[in-house]
């Protein structure tokens, strides 16, 4: 059994950063990755980014360039750091552990407005 567990989203302006968390807990066994993804009013949940059990790291449109994503083994986390923020990306935030099951946290709303 794993746990996700997301903190760190709030209000924002426009232009700030915000630091999202991920504490995966659990039995971890063999290859994962844990991933981030959002929604967006309107739009299907997409991924953003993901980082391996190895640390390798991949990057999609539409925060590239503005995100990144790193993990602290020692205490089981994955970080999502955000920068120069828009509008368009308020939202829900999920995290998601991807190994030999598939395990969702509840999500960590993102509101950027001035």
């Known amino acids: 059994q794993v746990q996700v567990v997301e903190s760190g989203g709030g209000l924002v302006q426009p232009g700030g950063s915000l630091r999202l968390s991920c504490v995966v807990s659990?039995?971890?066994?063999?290859?994962?990755?844990v991933a981030w993804y959002r929604q967006v009013p309107g739009k299907e949940r997409e991924l953003v980014a993901d980082?391996?059990?190895?640390?390798?790291?991949n990057y999609k449109n539409p925060m590239m360039g503005r995100v990144a994503i790193s993990r602290d083994n020692a205490n089981n986390t994955v970080y999502l750091q955000m920068n120069s923020l828009k509008v368009e990306d308020t939202g829900a935030y999920y995290c998601?552990?991807?190994?030999?099951?598939?395990?969702w946290g509840q999500g960590t709303q993102v509101t950027v407005s001035s």
């Open positions: 998601r552990y991807v190994g030999a099951t598939d395990y």
């Open positions: 659990g039995t971890l066994t063999g290859f994962y990755v």
């Open positions: 980082i391996s059990k190895f640390g390798i790291t």
